[in-house]
C-alpha cells in the first residue's frame, strides 16, 4: 500500500512510520517538520491547512493519523483546530481521494470521566464527561472517525495507553525533569494500578490495524504492555533509568485533585510559559488504577506486543547512558 502517516515527527509516530515501512509499505509522512525517518517522504504541511491536506492524501491507499495536540493546558480552540478540525479535514481530503482504510490514532482518556479503570476494555469515547481540553477534542474526533467508517472507507481507532520510550519528551521527559527538580511526588500510597505501553509496541499494533483495518473496521482498542504496575514502580523505574532519584514524598490524592482544579483555573486566566505543574487530569492518572483487557485487542488485530517493561527500562537506560 501506499500509506500517509501524519505527525511522524514525533515519538510515537516515526516509530509507526517506520513500522509501515518495515512491512514493506510506500510511506509519505505528513508534518511541520522533518520527520527523520528512513525509508519515507516527507511532506511538510499542517492538517490545519485544507490544501496541505488535500496534497497529502492524493494517492494514498491508506492514512493513519498521529498529528495532535497534546498537552495537559493550552489554548482550546487550538486543541479545537487542530484536533477536530484536523481529523475531519483528513476524513473529508481522504474520502474524496478514494482512500480505502483510515486509522485514527486516539487515547485511552477519551473515556476516562475520573475514576478507577480495572479490566475494562475499549469503552465508548465521551466528550461531555472526560477530563480536560485535550481529551474532549480527541473524543470528538474519534466520534468523527468512527462516524466516517462505510464500505470501502474502512476506519479503525487505536489507543495507545501512556507512551513512552527513549527520546521521549511527553512521559518519561515530564517524569525526569519533574523529578530532578523535587517536584514530583507520590499521590496517595503510588498503589493504583498502571498500564504503559512501550513505543515499539504501540507502533507495532498501529501497523497491525492497518493491516486487520478491512477485517476489524469500526473498532477502537485500547493497547498497552499488558503489564499493570503500581504507579510507584512505574515512575521509579523511568527515574532510575534515567539517572535521577525517584519521588520519595507524598501528598494525599484529595489535596491533589483539589490544587489540580485550582490551578487549571488560574492557569486558564494567566497562563505560565510552561504547562501546569499539576491539573485535575493528572492528579487522577496519578492516583486511580487505569489497567485494561488486552484479550480483544490481541485478538482482533492479531497482535502482541514483543518489549516487556523490563526490557523496555533496560533500553532506556541504555540510551540515557
Known amino acids: 500500500m501506499r500509506v500517509l502517516v501524519t505527525g511522524a515527527s ?10 509501515i515501512v518495515a512491512a514493506g ?10 520527520s527523520g525517518v528512513v525509508g519515507v517522504s516527507d511532506l511538510l504541511g499542517s492538517v490545519t491547512d485544507p490544501a496541505d491536506v488535500a496534497r497529502a492524501v492524493r494517492g494514498a491507499d491508506a492514512v493513519v493519523h ?10 482550546p480552540a487550538e486543541f479545537e483546530a487542530v484536533n477536530v ?16 482504510r483510515f486509522v485514527f490514532v486516539s ?6 470521566t475520573g475514576g478507577s479503570i480495572a479490566g475494562d476494555d475499549a469503552l465508548p469515547a465521551d466528550p461531555f464527561r472526560t477530563r480536560g481540553d485535550y481529551a474532549r477534542s480527541k473524543a470528538i474526533a474519534e466520534r468523527l472517525a468512527l462516524a466516517a467508517d462505510v464500505a470501502g472507507f474502512a476506519v479503525v481507532v487505536v489507543r495507545p495507553h501512556l507512551v513512552w520510550g527513549p ?47 478491512v477485517e476489524v473496521h469500526g473498532n477502537s482498542y485500547v493497547v498497552t504492555n499488558g503489564e499493570p504496575r503500581p504507579v510507584a514502580d512505574i515512575l521509579a523505574g523511568i527515574c532510575l533509568a534515567s539517572g535521577v532519584a525517584p519521588p520519595a514524598w507524598r501528598v494525599p490524592a484529595g489535596l491533589a485533585r483539589a490544587a489540580g482544579g485550582l490551578i487549571e483555573a488560574v492557569w486558564r486566566v494567566r497562563p505560565g510559559r510552561d504547562e501546569p505543574p499539576m491539573t485535575r487530569f493528572l492528579a487522577e492518572q496519578l492516583s486511580t488504577s487505569h489497567w485494561f ?21 533496560r533500553r532506556l537506560a541504555e540510551s540515557a547512558g
Do not use: C
Not at 514525533?10 to 513500522?19: D, F, I, R, S, Y
Not at 498521529?66 to 489554548?75: E, I, N, Y
Open 167 to 213: 527520546g521521549d519528551t511527553q512521559l518519561v521527559g515530564r517524569i525526569v525533569e519533574r523529578a530532578r527538580a523535587g517536584r514530583l511526588p507520590l499521590l496517595g500510597h503510588g498503589a493504583a494500578l498502571i498500564d504503559t505501553t512501550y513505543v515499539d509496541n504501540a507502533a507495532s499494533a498501529i501497523a497491525a490495524a492497518l493491516e486487520r483495518a
Open 25 to 34: 509499505n510506500e510511506t509519505v509522512t505528513f508534518q511541520r517538520r522533518p
Open 107 to 112: 487515547s485511552p482518556s477519551v473515556a476516562h
Open 293 to 313: 483487557d488486552q484479550r480483544r485487542t490481541r485478538a482482533d488485530l492479531r497482535w502482541s506486543p514483543a518489549v516487556s517493561i523490563d526490557e523496555g527500562l
Open 66 to 75: 498521529l498529528a495532535a495536540k497534546v498537552s495537559l493546558a493550552g489554548d
Open 85 to 100: 478540525g484536523g481529523t475531519r479535514a483528513l476524513l473529508d481530503a481522504a474520502r474524496a481521494a478514494g482512500v480505502g
Open 10 to 19: 514525533g515519538l510515537l509516530g516515526g516509530a509507526t512510520a517506520a513500522a
